[in-house]
Structures are given as C-alpha cells and as structure tokens.
C-alpha cells in the first residue's frame, strides 16, 4: 500500500486529494441515501419531515408504474411472462457450458419476437389487445433498447460488407445509407418517424408510432454497427482473404467462416459500446410522446400526493442506479467474452 499510496510526493499529496474527496462526499451521500431516508409510508407526509433524507416509499408505491407503464392492471402477468421467458432463454446463451446454442438463439430470434408480440399486444387467443400507447416504464425502455440491439447488429453487418464491397451500386448505397444516418441526430430521427412519416403516408395509412420509433431506432443504430464492424474487417490481415480463397471457399463462406469471427471479436469492446450507449439513449423516445423508464419516473414526479423536496432526487437516483446496473452488466459480460475468445485484453 505504501509503494502504491505514497512512494513520491506527488503520489501522497493525490492520495490524501483523494481521501478528503472521500471524506466530503461519501457520508451526506450515505446519510442521504440510508441513515436519514424515509422508509415506509403512505404519501408525502412521511417524506416531509425536518432532516429527510431519500424518499424510498414514492418508489415503492410507484414501482409498478415504473416497470408497466399504464399498461391494464389485471393483464400485467403477460409482460411478467414475456421477461420470464426472454431471460429463461438468454441464460443458457450467455453461459458458455450450456449447449445447443444455435437452437437457443434461434429460438430467441424467431419464435420469441412473435411470443413476446403476442402476448404484449393481444388481439389474438383470447388475448384483450393493448395499445402500445398503455405501454411504459421498464417494458418500452427494454422493447427500444432489445430491438435496437437485436436488429442492429445483423443490419450492420451486412451495411459494413456492401461498403467495402467491389459492386459500386452497392457500395454506393451503403456509403450513402451509412452517412445520412450518421450526419442525423438521434432525436430528429425519432421526431421524423413520429411527426413527418405519417404526413406523407396515404390518406387511411398508419403505422403505430412504437413501431416507428423502433424502425428508427434500428436502423439509425445500424449505420453506427456498421462502421465498427468495417473497422474490424480492415484489421484482418490481408492473407487471411488470401488464405480463405486458396481453400476455394465462396466469399460468403470466407466471410462467415474466416473473416467475420475473428472482426467481430476484435471489436467487441466497440460492439458493447454501442449496444450501452443505444441503451441510454432509449430515454429519447420521450421526445416523442412515449414514456421509458427515466419519462415514467418523470411524470410521477407530478403526482401531488408525493410531491416533496427530496421526490426528484430519489427518483433520478433510482433511474441512475437501474441504468447504472444494466450497463454495468454487460460491460461486465463483454469483459468475460473478451477473457474467453482471448482477443489480447487480459490486462483490462
């Protein structure tokens, strides 16, 4: 500890920086959140009194919200089933011992969209339908956040392979497509899709403006894949193409069986950052009238049943604790994957 705390001066005069930084912020910050919050109650009486610190029971009493939206009470058991299921699903793919990955992750790529479909909008079996318009909280946040992922990465891929491609139409295209997507910012993407789409759609035509909004999502994250996946073909070296086609392999067997592996690996770190940072910014679709988790925890900021000085806060910490905890976790689970595919990270 001394060698790595106070081996120069410069070194102790940072660590005692440190710990003072820590002496002035990590108590009020404890005291706020623990020692002197409000734990149980009924409304903003029980937050109000003199010294209160977080107000834990306007998260309590609004968790269902939070995690639902305005989506029917007696229906929620649908939403419970489509994550029970998804995560039933994802478990055995992110655990590298369970087999029959390729069947598991056909499943959640084609059965699991039109289950989870199903069962969230109804309309069929039995199932009452609910407007996309009822949905909120956690549910839109994750719909967003998992689509965006989900069809990004396939989409970029093949975006990346047209912009390198010897066709010039199609690399044209994808340049084309690549760039104006890229030269747009995320939220006039979503106001086009949400407000101008429809005005030049014909007369009787609509589209729901979930399903716009995750169009736009997917296709706006798509052109940025595309860019980290060109960057990780250029890495290959050149005698891997040379190699794959002395085999006698077609260009796409040399792409899926030689080239693609080992550039998606090296860009894994990049990958995730994207798949993080579309994650986050599923809070935009707030600009457009749909309510994620942080627009959900926003509107209850209004009910004046718990309106108190400390509401905001405690509801801004929570929605930071919730993202905080789901894009650590996979900045965690692509930290494993690099270790495992040993792309030269170990240091990290």
Known sequence: MRENLFSSASNTLLTLLGAYLVYITVPPVLDWAFFSAT??????????????????????????????????????????????????????????SVPYKFWNAVFLLIPYPVIAFVLLTGGTFGLPEVETSLWGGMLVTLVVAITGIVASLPLGILLALGRRSELPIIRMLCIGFIEVWRGVPLITVLFMASVMLPLFLPEGVTFDKLLRC?????????????????????????GQYEGAQ?????????????????????VIPSIVNNFIALFKDTTLVLIIGLFDLLG???LNFTDPEWSTPQTAVTGYVFAAFVYFVICSGMSQ????????????????
């Open 39 to 96: 734990w149980s109650g009924d409304g903003r009486e029980a937050c109000m009194r003199d010294g209160a610190g977080a107000c834990w029971p306007f998260i309590d009493a609004k968790m269902g919200q939070f995690i639902y939206g305005r989506y029917p009470l007696e229906e929620r058991w649908r939403v419970d089933w489509t994550f029970f299921i998804g995560v039933a699903a994802l478990i055995p793919m992110l655990i590298s």
């Open 214 to 238: 995750l169009v736009a999502v997917a296709l706006f994250s798509s052109a940025y894949m595309a860019e980290v996946v060109r960057g990780g073909l250029q890495a290959i070296p050149r």
């Open 246 to 266: 002395a085999l006698g392999l077609s260009y796409w067997k040399m792409m899926v069986f030689i080239i693609l592996p080992q550039a998606l690996k090296t």
């Open 296 to 298: 959900i925890i926003q």
């Open 333 to 348: 689970y692509s930290r494993y994957m690099e270790r495992r595919l040993d792309t030269g990270h170990r240091n990290d």
